[in-house]
């Protein structure tokens, strides 16, 4: 299967990976064992020796580089090989380093040619930022292609019938635009003059009775990283007098079949010490549909899709898919691009 | 594989499709959604929603059609798109409606050219019938090709070794006879001058003492639709003045490795209230061996025929496989004759 | 995948094959039912019956041969059909019979041409005849191909790594010789001056305080069959003073991805009666490292390989590979001859 190699991949949250552990993720068919040096600087190396093929994340951190558990080779954090116990030092002996960078929370690991490799071209997730902002974060693994994630999250409109909880008059018959600045995407959606629940008004601070004026904004940047912002204001007031939280959605591939799936809500530090329970409150909470509705239904499409690929089911496309077609159309584009350019990896 | 597609298999018991619910069922590696009109009226659909391919049967019924669970779309019984909650209703949008009757307490499906459906063509189970007959019926997964299981009902030689209980010296002794009427194919055993177990002097009807006639008359149609007469007179006696049984063992393809196994017996009504609980007993007291004798013999054939086909192993043959390979023989001309018709869908 | 076929594998220790019980074990990708005649001597059939390919092992013992669980056909200890309850006895019926031999308490398959199977071509393991020597055995099954374990035993190497508690500073600067005798490779390793745990002194009966000379001598025959040598002297006296313990690893391939591993120790018989607890608490201490430690790192090195072989991946070869290289190229090569000779059974 044909991954975008040239990007940025969401490989791991900033906690996941703690000081003096090994940890291992496969990403894109790939086994990747991510360390921190001393001085907490992200490592992302190929988690098999190339001597034996043992997995380096059995083995221990040693000297900021890692000892193999079979037989004690010793990689650097380059990837090159630095003590074997049981003569010279091969000098040809390397395992391929993934050029790594900590961002908005989390390791990112590029998968593609490590020149092309500029933190830069990360997926912006500024409310992710530590600095200013109490994150929240939740990890899903999900067996379906990531693509079909994408669909789902572009396509709020899935909320009425899925996630009930969320349904109104309102949401239903919310105004739709779909559109893309260069390559990324842009899904937004307006409910207008609704009557939300009751944690609705809590949440965006608005008195009860008064006519509520939503929006849910889905951004998309390839290869699956989407912002969502959710934001409610008075009934015919401009947006700015509202309330907006962000979340991230974004969909890593594990394989062809399974899927890596990082949410993530923040809150601002500014607002004080309750911040950091908001995060944690509310990223607790969304994993409740996010696993009980949102992932059943993904995994049951991809068993009833077996090995067909999506445009081989000739899917029947609505108003709804126009912003997770252009989605697939500029990923599809992109990975063209890159094959033409060079034989896959 | 190659399946028999302009046939009536039998999707599943009445009772399993219950009113104002969902059923799911995979036939000929195909995934349906079974269920009921208000009126009672069973329908089968394809259980894929061809906008995003979600599982209609994690939906909902709604005036008589079922509503997808991911985007609300919603279909009429004959598969035709009715409703989109989010822009007109996509003309083309359809999902394949299969023929379905309801006869001798099940829902037949009709996999094949709806053109050529007529209900006439249900292979009859007239004791299956609840107008007449109590019937009692059973389920089973079996991992294992359906033709495994034809064989195994087809050749009850294999009671003497695979179901003790029911060996004596009469039944190793017995005579039997294959032989074929057009498509429908016979295996009959006499057992003559027995002297069975307590159970089936009682069965029937039959004082203790007496010699016993007994037959074991199976009637295989294809696809793999079996009625299994076992019936008992004393000895020497013409077979009206004895007691016969009926069971039925329909066979119905999930995939290439598994089958949907039904089985079912019946009493007349005309017995009165005792009949009732009579079928519930035989059908809970036959569950028995067909879960643990036959199944696990015809899996563990399974598991070691692999991949490989039954004619490729070249099996050897005997005189008691005659009905077994008589049937074979008239399916396969059956597939083979459809699949030059017309590709295969 | 290829293996030697004209080669005798351990199919199973004579004690896992008990009298009048059928006993399954698949090897080469074939399955095989063990047994014992009325004289105790070794059965191996195909575990499959040439009539409905019902696996003999679920039937029973009738004369000395195995009785068709299904339809009841009876096969004799050479594989040849000898009663048929339905008809005459099919001449050209029969299961392919297996050449074995018992011998150093376990029971040896031949899976080639049955004309080249002479008993003096098992290799030997004299301290595993049961007539001189108590000996304790053991049983695990591997995820992984059968020269992976090979490999294994073949670089000990890996006990400072893998195996901490028998680490030391002598282990670590132990001295590694590779060669091969014909076909036989021997991998021998020298640990001079150690001042080793405390139960190493006492397995090798030496006062505590004395430096120690150990050896740990490893000779493979293909297709997997290794002894260790594991011996200690008091520094510096010849190897005869000291004491030499023995160990068996058999590996035989179930298929390409999972291996029989069979390990075995023994004591004198001429120690008296303690021998035989000795041998009993060796084995099972020996068990823990096995199941523990080498184990998941060569299950985990199998995943890490997916399908690719080991040479497709290009491993780095180190001088501890000496070994291990010499018994994969001569095992390769004497499939590759094989292979030349005649088409693959």
Redesign the interface.
């Known amino acids: 299967m044909a991954y975008l190699r040239n990007a940025w991949y969401l490989a791991a949250w900033s906690s996941e990976v703690r000081a003096a552990e090994l940890f291992q993720r496969r990403l894109l068919d790939e086994?990747l064992v991510l360390y921190r040096l001393s001085d907490g600087t992200p490592v992302a190396l190929q988690?098999?020796c190339?001597?034996?093929?043992?997995?380096l994340h059995?083995?221990k951190i040693v000297d900021d580089g890692v000892?193999?558990?079979?037989?004690?080779l010793q990689f650097s954090e380059s990837g090159t090989c630095v003590a074997?116990?049981?003569?010279p030092v091969?000098g040809?002996?390397r395992v391929r380093s993934y050029p790594v960078a900590e961002r908005y929370s989390a390791i990112w690991a590029w998968m593609g040619d490590p020149a092309q490799a500029t933190p830069d071209s990360i997926t912006p997730f500024e409310f992710l930022s530590p600095e200013h902002w109490c994150v929240g974060t939740g990890y899903l693994r999900i067996n379906a292609h990531y693509e079909l994630e994408t669909?789902n999250i572009l396509?709020l409109?899935?909320i009425?019938?899925?996630h009930p909880l969320f349904a109104s008059e309102a949401v239903?018959a919310a105004k739709v635009q779909s559109l893309h600045e260069g390559d990324t995407v842009w899904s937004k959606r307006f409910i207008t003059r609704d009557t939300p629940p009751d944690f609705i008004y809590t949440g965006f601070n608005i008195p009860r009775g008064e006519l509520v004026d939503r929006w849910l904004d889905v951004r998309w940047n390839a290869p699956a990283n989407m912002v969502l912002n959710v934001g409610g204001v008075i009934s015919g007031q401009p947006r700015e007098k509202g309330v907006q939280l962000q979340q991230a959605h974004v969909f890593t591939p594990e394989s062809a079949t399974t899927t890596h799936y990082f949410y993530a809500v923040s809150f601002p530090r500014a607002m004080g010490p309750h911040a950091e329970q908001l995060a944690r409150q509310s990223v607790e909470t969304l994993r409740g549909p996010f696993e009980s509705e949102d992932k059943?239904?993904v995994e049951?499409?991809a068993?009833?899709?077996g090995t067909q690929s999506f445009w081989d089911?000739?899917?029947?496309?609505?108003?709804?898919?126009g912003a997770s077609v252009l989605a697939r159309r500029i990923l599809a584009k992109k990975i063209d691009a890159e094959q033409s350019d060079q034989p896959p990896a």
């Open positions: 086994p988690d098999r190339p001597h034996r093929f043992a997995p059995m083995g000892q193999c558990p079979y037989h004690g074997n116990p049981h003569g091969p040809a002996a669909d396509d409109s899935h009425e019938f899925l239903r059943p239904i049951a499409i068993r009833n899709m089911l000739k899917p029947l496309l609505l108003s709804i898919d």
